[in-house]
């Protein structure tokens, strides 16, 4: 069989394919809406009975047992209508007329596409019938008062919205195909397709929104049930009142926005979250998902996979559902061109009604799509932000329960890291979920429109599309091992920067400045390698899937001319929108691979995080305190902080502590003093043994640790203000002093960590902060080392068997001149308790104890002796010591008195306040900004360059959809203009040569905007370990590593792509306007106020964002 032979063959199938389809077509689709009709309603109108039987039964139970409220008959409860409630009704009423009037016509010999006329009748009466029941739910809703609609009034209204949207496109379809004419049940037919629309958001939402008002005249809002909790926050959320308008378009913001043109918004002034978006209850229900997944799976420490599908899987849903009706949307119009290209040519011989319906069905289907596509964005959005609140949740409080040994592992630059670079990547995967499977929906429809149109040439085009996407494999296995190079390349980068600023005063002191600015510049050279390969291959990436539209069309309209099919222009332009369709996801295809890349990524660093070990909850055994004779008891206990070694850091400790004892604890260094507190605590791992605690406890680590903020707050650290157990505090840890330097007292801000605080403040106010807590238990880590001698013995005399004689006290101390005040001392050896017992009897034991008593004591005395050593040869006379001494004490009361001048001085010019509030910026970003950003790589040289490029790409795009318009012949019968060679050819060259300007403005891009942001980071990082200490003094930490982290991502990846997008579609629209002038100059006309709107509404947003 010769190729010929196999063309004709080919057509003859082609022609009883397409023979069989039209019969099948006019047999079945006049009557697809009628049959779709009546099983679903058949359906809701059997589960209806079925649920009006039940809850009559509960009904007639309820009269036999339950007499009716007196008081509540008496007086009645009022009811406020909503919006919501009242569309409904219209909405229900509204159908209900409609199918009436219908089935009226019908019954009067109204013409119909359905040759089945009893069907047609039955639809009708049973839609009369199904909107009669909807009103009637609506009106019930109000007695039951209920602040949610039923879930079969909602699945109701869900499906007649897709059923109404099959029967406009059937008779939509029919009017065209057969050409005739507007009826009134046409009409009727769009106007139920809006108020299905209403209804299908109101079952999406689910709320009546009735507000009920008791007989007292208080309301009572019923339209969320929101908590006491949530009413007594600063403002009623926005989103939780919104009406179903104000939800389709966004208005319930603009109060918001009203109040941002005025003034600047304060944080007072922004509405509260709804209460299901709040931090709070994400948690909580991250939480439930978490324990059902370990119940079900029965594993201690499940995958976060699990969890995060379960968490997000409902919002999902209702995006997805948005998903789909805006992706089918997007291709009604190049579904329609070609008939809106006949009906052009055809125009003398056909009615305008086809045209008018042609215009509506293009504006509908545009409507549709930006209604749908908006409300999908926008939960995709929402949707990311709760599973962001929910992980960093997880993070945070996993945090709180890590084991020594994984804490070890991951630093504080790599947590934040967890919660600001990988938590975003995370939420920029949920924003490409919907992306990801709608891919292959949009794949179809476009596959079936060409099909449509060019019949067996959409093979060739599913084949080129195929060819494309196999060739992302390469590319994204590539992207993802990059990404996780980057990602291991910031973790160093990080980690350096967070000890670098924790040792900044050790730093700057040894003037090491240099060396460490060298150290981060070298890290930050291996994660700019990584980042130019990672944007290379994006630019490439780019080139290939801009271009592959190019090799699509030409694969396909060569395989047309192959097969001998025509090509008119309605088919070409109806092609080409296709493939602009098509392009959108292939476009999106880059980012999707980076997307999900770099999401798997991060989600797997967050998820081996949060399976880190954890310290053991069950460690400690707490008892009431009527239930135990002893606060703290340790039976055979054996602990070790590293529990992969078989090396035990506590051995055979036996240890029972009475209520009110003070035990204090010694021992050389490395004997296992700190690691006994940490066994009471549940800190360190316990290998065997059983470890009793009765009562709450209080620790004071070894080194001082310092929130920012006042002192006060340190202190009270979240408890309540008691000004007289305050004040006993404050005397009993000998603060007085220390408050009287400062003019705001114990109101003054101290820094981070306690920077300008010495180190015995430091220790005094984590002394307080314990003795403030009211505990039943102490352990106090060598609480001496930091203080003098007097302070010390002021501290045990005043707190320790002052204010706290009643408690229990551990105390780790190297001062032998407190132990024989101590009810009982242990002392700790390789380990182990070696000694225990009161003072003078391990004295007697002569074990050891005596040694290490001995020792400190020759240790103190060398000390001394150095000291008179030094005293005796250069001590002058006695009238001489006595002039230096008077003197040394003048210089030192003026120098201390002018030392707390100066400081008080400064503490009153900042109100108490060190750390200094983040620099705000009022209004909209300053030309400045954008200039200096655009001009920090070479003066800008390069910004001319991308924009020609741009420019050059935007000119051959529309040259060469001119190009096959105005070559094609616009109808079959038509002679081309040129062979489709030559049309074919030229098309091919003006394609490439877009597609090549694509690559050199990708490429110019990555260059760009990676440079700048290397640059900006030097210059960052320079001023950084160039500051004086008061910018650290005054400046959090962690504002500096987020600097470092994740604004330094957004410029490493984010912004240079972010405004070439905007400079692109500015161009984009530019060039599309120019086009359409010159077809249609009005167009122009109606571009200047649509202009005038776009601007209005971006002044009036971003002033307030």
Same mark, same amino acid.
């Given at each position: 069989?010769g190729?010929e032979?196999?063309?004709?063959?080919?057509?003859?199938?082609?022609?009883r394919?397409?023979q069989?389809?039209?019969?099948?077509?006019?047999?079945?689709?006049?009557?697809l809406?009628e049959?779709?009709?009546?099983v679903m309603?058949l359906?809701?109108?059997?589960?209806?009975?079925?649920?009006?039987l039940?809850?009559n039964?509960?009904l007639i139970?309820k009269r036999?047992t339950?007499?009716p409220?007196?008081g509540?008959e008496?007086?009645?409860?009022?009811?406020?209508?909503?919006?919501t409630h009242?569309?409904s009704?219209?909405?229900s009423?509204?159908?209900?007329?409609?199918?009436f009037?219908?089935?009226?016509?019908?019954?009067?010999?109204s013409?119909t596409y359905?040759?089945?006329?009893?069907r047609?009748y039955?639809?009708?009466?049973?839609?009369?019938?199904s909107?009669t029941?909807?009103?009637?739910?609506?009106?019930?809703?109000v007695?039951?008062k209920?602040?949610k609609f039923?879930?079969?009034?909602?699945a109701?209204w869900l499906c007649n919205?897709?059923?109404?949207i099959?029967s406009v496109?059937v008779?939509?379809?029919?009017?065209?195909?057969?050409?005739?004419?507007?009826?009134l049940q046409d009409?009727a037919?769009?106007?139920?397709?809006?108020?299905?629309v209403c209804?299908?958001?109101?079952?999406?939402r689910g709320?009546?929104?009735?507000t009920f008002i008791v007989?007292?005249?208080?309301t009572?809002?019923?339209?969320?049930?929101?908590s006491?909790?949530?009413?007594?926050?600063?403002?009623?959320s926005?989103?939780?009142?919104?009406?179903?308008l104000?939800?389709i378009?966004?208005s319930?913001?603009?109060?918001l926005f009203?109040?941002?043109?005025?003034?600047?918004l304060?944080?007072d002034?922004?509405?509260d979250?709804?209460i299901k978006d709040?931090a709070?209850?994400?948690?909580h229900s991250?939480?439930?998902r978490?324990?059902?997944?370990k119940?079900?799976?029965?594993?201690?420490n499940?995958?976060?996979?699990?969890t995060?599908?379960l968490?997000i899987?409902k919002?999902a849903?209702?995006n997805?559902?948005f998903?789909?009706?805006s992706?089918?949307?997007?291709?009604?119009?190049p579904?329609l061109?070609?008939?809106?290209?006949?009906?052009?040519?055809e125009? +003398?011989?056909r009615?305008?009604q086809s045209?008018?319906i042609l215009?509506?069905a293009?504006?509908?289907?545009?409507?549709v799509?930006?209604i749908?596509q908006r409300q999908?964005?926008?939960?995709a959005?929402?949707l990311g932000?709760?599973l962001?609140?929910?992980?960093?949740?997880?993070?945070?409080?996993?945090?709180?329960?890590?084991?020594?040994?994984?804490?070890?592992?991951?630093?504080?630059g790599?947590?934040?890291?967890?919660m600001?670079v990988d938590?975003q990547?995370?939420?920029?995967?949920?924003w490409?979920?919907?992306?990801?499977?709608?891919m292959?929906v949009?794949?179809?429809?476009?596959?079936?429109?060409?099909?449509? +149109?060019?019949?067996?040439?959409s093979?060739a085009?599913?084949?080129?599309?195929?060819?494309?996407?196999?060739c992302?494999?390469?590319?994204?296995?590539i992207?993802?091992?990059?990404q996780t190079r980057?990602?291991?390349?910031?973790?160093?980068?990080?980690?350096?920067t967070s000890e670098?600023?924790r040792?900044m005063k050790?730093?700057?002191?040894q003037?090491?400045?240099?060396q460490?600015?060298h150290?981060?510049?070298?890290?930050?050279?291996?994660?700019?390698?990584w980042?130019w390969?990672?944007?290379r291959l994006?630019?490439?990436?780019?080139?290939v899937?801009?271009?592959?539209?190019?090799?699509?069309?030409?694969?396909t309209?060569g395989?047309?001319?192959f097969?001998?099919?025509?090509l008119t222009a309605?088919?070409?332009?109806?092609a080409l929108?296709t493939?602009?369709?098509?392009?959108d996801?292939?476009f999106?295809?880059?980012?999707?691979?980076?997307a999900?890349?770099?999401?798997?990524?991060s989600?797997?660093?967050?998820?081996?995080y949060l399976?880190?070990?954890?310290i053991?909850?069950?460690?400690?055994?707490?008892v009431?305190?009527d239930?135990?004779e002893f606060a703290i008891e340790?039976?055979?206990?054996?602990?070790?902080?590293d529990t992969?070694?078989?090396s035990?850091?506590l051995?055979?400790i036996?240890?029972?502590?009475?209520?009110?004892?003070?035990?204090?604890?010694?021992g050389?260094?490395g004997?296992?003093k700190?690691?006994?507190?940490?066994?009471?605590?549940?800190?360190?791992?316990?290998?065997?043994?059983t470890?009793k605690i009765?009562?709450t406890?209080?620790?004071v680590?070894?080194?001082?640790?310092?929130l920012?903020? +006042?002192?006060?707050e340190?202190?009270?650290?979240?408890n309540?203000?008691d000004?007289?157990r305050?004040?006993?505090?404050?005397?009993?840890?000998?603060?007085e002093?220390?408050?009287?330097?400062?003019?705001?007292?114990?109101?003054?801000?101290?820094?981070?960590r306690?920077?300008n605080?010495?180190g015995g403040?430091?220790?005094?106010?984590?002394?307080?902060?314990a003795v403030?807590?009211?505990?039943?238990i102490?352990?106090?880590?060598?609480?001496f080392?930091?203080v003098?001698?007097?302070?010390?013995t002021?501290?045990?005399?005043?707190?320790?068997m002052?204010?706290?004689r009643?408690k229990?006290?551990?105390?780790?101390?190297?001062?032998?001149?407190?132990?024989?005040a101590?009810d009982y001392?242990l002392?700790?050896?390789?380990g182990?308790i070696?000694?225990?017992?009161?003072?003078e009897?391990i004295?007697?034991q002569?074990i050891?104890?005596e040694?290490?008593v001995?020792?400190?004591?020759r240790?103190?005395?060398?000390?001394l002796?150095?000291?008179?050593?030094n005293?005796t040869?250069q001590g002058?006379t006695p009238?001489?010591?006595?002039n230096?001494?008077?003197?040394?004490?003048a210089?030192?009361q003026?120098?201390?008195?002018?030392?707390?001048?100066?400081?008080?001085?400064?503490?009153?010019e900042?109100e108490?306040k060190l750390?200094?509030?983040e620099?705000r910026e009022?209004?909209?970003?300053?030309?400045e900004v954008y200039?200096?950003y655009?001009?920090?790589?070479?003066?800008?040289v390069?910004?001319p360059i991308?924009?020609?490029?741009?420019s050059s790409?935007?000119?051959?795009?529309?040259?060469s959809?001119?190009?096959?318009?105005?070559a094609?012949p616009?109808?079959s019968?038509?002679?081309?203009k040129?062979?489709m060679?030559?049309?074919l050819l030229v098309?091919?060259?003006?394609?490439?040569?877009?597609?090549?300007?694509?690559l050199?403005?990708?490429s110019?891009?990555a260059?760009?905007g990676?440079?700048?942001?290397?640059?900006?980071?030097?210059?960052?990082?320079?001023?950084?370990?160039?500051?004086?200490?008061?910018?650290?003094?005054?400046?959090?930490t962690?504002r500096?590593?987020?600097?470092a982290?994740?604004?330094?991502?957004?410029?490493d990846?984010?912004m240079?792509?972010?405004?070439?997008?905007?400079?692109f579609s500015?161009?984009?629209?530019?060039?599309?306007?120019a086009?359409?002038?010159?077809v249609?100059w009005?167009?122009?006309?109606?571009f200047i106020?649509?202009?005038?709107?776009?601007?209005?509404?971006q002044?009036?947003t971003s002033?307030?964002?």
């Amino acid at each position: 069989m010769g190729w010929e032979d196999m063309l004709d063959f080919q057509t003859a199938i082609n022609f009883r394919l397409l023979q069989f389809q039209s019969e099948w077509l006019q047999q079945n689709l006049p009557c697809l809406s009628e049959h779709t009709s009546v099983v679903m309603q058949l359906s809701f109108l059997g589960i209806s009975v079925l649920h009006f039987l039940k809850n009559n039964m509960d009904l007639i139970c309820k009269r036999r047992t339950k007499f009716p409220d007196q008081g509540t008959e008496k007086h009645g409860i009022g009811v406020r209508f909503s919006t919501t409630h009242k569309t409904s009704m219209a909405c229900s009423l509204f159908l209900m007329g409609t199918h009436f009037v219908v089935l009226l016509l019908l019954l009067n010999g109204s013409v119909t596409y359905c040759n089945h006329k009893l069907r047609a009748y039955l639809s009708e009466s049973m839609q009369v019938i199904s909107w009669t029941i909807s009103s009637v739910a609506v009106y019930w809703i109000v007695t039951i008062k209920s602040i949610k609609f039923p879930w079969l009034l909602r699945a109701w209204w869900l499906c007649n919205f897709f059923l109404s949207i099959i029967s406009v496109a059937v008779d939509t379809h029919l009017r065209i195909t057969y050409h005739g004419e507007l009826r009134l049940q046409d009409y009727a037919g769009f106007l139920s397709l809006l108020a299905s629309v209403c209804l299908f958001g109101i079952s999406i939402r689910g709320k009546t929104g009735l507000t009920f008002i008791v007989p007292n005249g208080i309301t009572e809002p019923l339209l969320n049930g929101k908590s006491d909790k949530h009413s007594e926050g600063k403002k009623e959320s926005l989103y939780g009142k919104a009406t179903l308008l104000q939800l389709i378009t966004f208005s319930w913001l603009n109060p918001l926005f009203a109040v941002g043109i005025k003034k600047p918004l304060q944080p007072d002034e922004i509405p509260d979250v709804d209460i299901k978006d709040s931090a709070e209850f994400l948690s909580h229900s991250f939480d439930e998902r978490l324990k059902y997944v370990k119940e079900r799976d029965g594993i201690t420490n499940p995958t976060i996979y699990k969890t995060m599908i379960l968490f997000i899987w409902k919002k999902a849903t209702i995006n997805a559902m948005f998903a789909v009706i805006s992706a089918g949307a997007s291709y009604v119009g190049p579904y329609l061109i070609d008939d809106f290209v006949k009906f052009l040519n055809e125009k +003398n011989t056909r009615s305008l009604q086809s045209g008018y319906i042609l215009a509506l069905a293009f504006l509908g289907a545009k409507m549709v799509e930006m209604i749908t596509q908006r409300q999908w964005i926008f939960g995709a959005r929402q949707l990311g932000l709760h599973l962001r609140a929910a992980l960093i949740s997880q993070i945070y409080k996993k945090g709180l329960v890590l084991s020594s040994k994984s804490r070890q592992s991951h630093t504080s630059g790599e947590v934040i890291n967890y919660m600001s670079v990988d938590i975003q990547r995370v939420t920029d995967f949920i924003w490409y979920l919907n992306i990801i499977w709608m891919m292959p929906v949009q794949l179809s429809l476009a596959i079936y429109i060409l099909h449509t +149109n060019l019949g067996m040439g959409s093979v060739a085009t599913l084949a080129a599309t195929f060819a494309v996407l196999l060739c992302n494999i390469p590319m994204t296995t590539i992207q993802k091992g990059y990404q996780t190079r980057i990602m291991e390349a910031k973790d160093t980068r990080m980690k350096a920067t967070s000890e670098v600023l924790r040792s900044m005063k050790t730093i700057k002191l040894q003037a090491w400045d240099t060396q460490f600015l060298h150290k981060l510049e070298s890290l930050r050279k291996i994660e700019y390698d990584w980042l130019w390969k990672s944007l290379r291959l994006f630019a490439i990436g780019a080139f290939v899937f801009w271009g592959s539209p190019t090799f699509i069309s030409v694969v396909t309209f060569g395989a047309c001319m192959f097969m001998g099919i025509e090509l008119t222009a309605g088919r070409v332009l109806s092609a080409l929108a296709t493939f602009r369709m098509l392009q959108d996801p292939i476009f999106n295809l880059p980012d999707l691979l980076s997307a999900i890349a770099q999401g798997k990524v991060s989600a797997d660093r967050v998820a081996s995080y949060l399976q880190e070990d954890e310290i053991q909850q069950d460690s400690i055994e707490h008892v009431p305190k009527d239930q135990m004779e002893f606060a703290i008891e340790i039976e055979n206990g054996k602990f070790s902080w590293d529990t992969v070694s078989s090396s035990i850091t506590l051995d055979s400790i036996q240890l029972k502590v009475k209520r009110g004892m003070k035990v204090a604890i010694c021992g050389t260094v490395g004997s296992g003093k700190s690691s006994l507190l940490s066994s009471i605590l549940g800190e360190i791992q316990k290998v065997s043994g059983t470890v009793k605690i009765s009562g709450t406890k209080a620790y004071v680590p070894q080194s001082p640790w310092i929130l920012t903020g +006042n002192i006060r707050e340190n202190i009270l650290f979240g408890n309540a203000y008691d000004r007289d157990r305050y004040d006993r505090t404050i005397k009993a840890c000998a603060l007085e002093k220390d408050f009287e330097l400062f003019s705001c007292g114990d109101l003054t801000e101290i820094g981070e960590r306690g920077i300008n605080m010495s180190g015995g403040q430091k220790q005094r106010i984590q002394i307080a902060r314990a003795v403030y807590q009211d505990a039943d238990i102490y352990l106090l880590d060598d609480p001496f080392s930091a203080v003098d001698a007097h302070t010390g013995t002021q501290l045990f005399e005043d707190c320790m068997m002052g204010i706290l004689r009643e408690k229990t006290i551990l105390y780790v101390t190297h001062q032998v001149e407190f132990l024989p005040a101590a009810d009982y001392i242990l002392v700790m050896k390789d380990g182990k308790i070696a000694q225990a017992g009161r003072f003078e009897e391990i004295l007697r034991q002569n074990i050891g104890f005596e040694l290490l008593v001995g020792a400190h004591s020759r240790a103190l005395g060398s000390i001394l002796t150095v000291e008179n050593t030094n005293a005796t040869s250069q001590g002058p006379t006695p009238e001489d010591e006595s002039n230096i001494e008077s003197t040394s004490n003048a210089e030192l009361q003026q120098t201390r008195h002018e030392s707390e001048h100066n400081l008080s001085l400064e503490i009153t010019e900042k109100e108490g306040k060190l750390v200094q509030d983040e620099e705000r910026e009022k209004g909209s970003i300053g030309k400045e900004v954008y200039w200096s950003y655009l001009t920090t790589v070479k003066g800008g040289v390069l910004i001319p360059i991308i924009l020609l490029a741009q420019s050059s790409f935007q000119i051959l795009q529309v040259a060469s959809n001119y190009w096959m318009a105005w070559a094609s012949p616009p109808t079959s019968e038509t002679e081309p203009k040129l062979e489709m060679s030559s049309i074919l050819l030229v098309y091919v060259l003006l394609a490439v040569g877009s597609s090549l300007c694509v690559l050199l403005r990708s490429s110019l891009v990555a260059v760009a905007g990676l440079s700048t942001a290397q640059k900006l980071f030097t210059n960052m990082l320079h001023s950084v370990l160039r500051a004086p200490m008061s910018f650290f003094d005054s400046t959090p930490t962690g504002r500096i590593l987020n600097r470092a982290s994740t604004d330094q991502s957004v410029l490493d990846l984010e912004m240079a792509n972010k405004l070439g997008w905007c400079a692109f579609s500015i161009i984009q629209i530019l060039g599309t306007i120019a086009v359409m002038s010159q077809v249609a100059w009005e167009v122009f006309v109606i571009f200047i106020p649509v202009t005038a709107v776009c601007i209005w509404y971006q002044v009036r947003t971003s002033i307030s964002s």
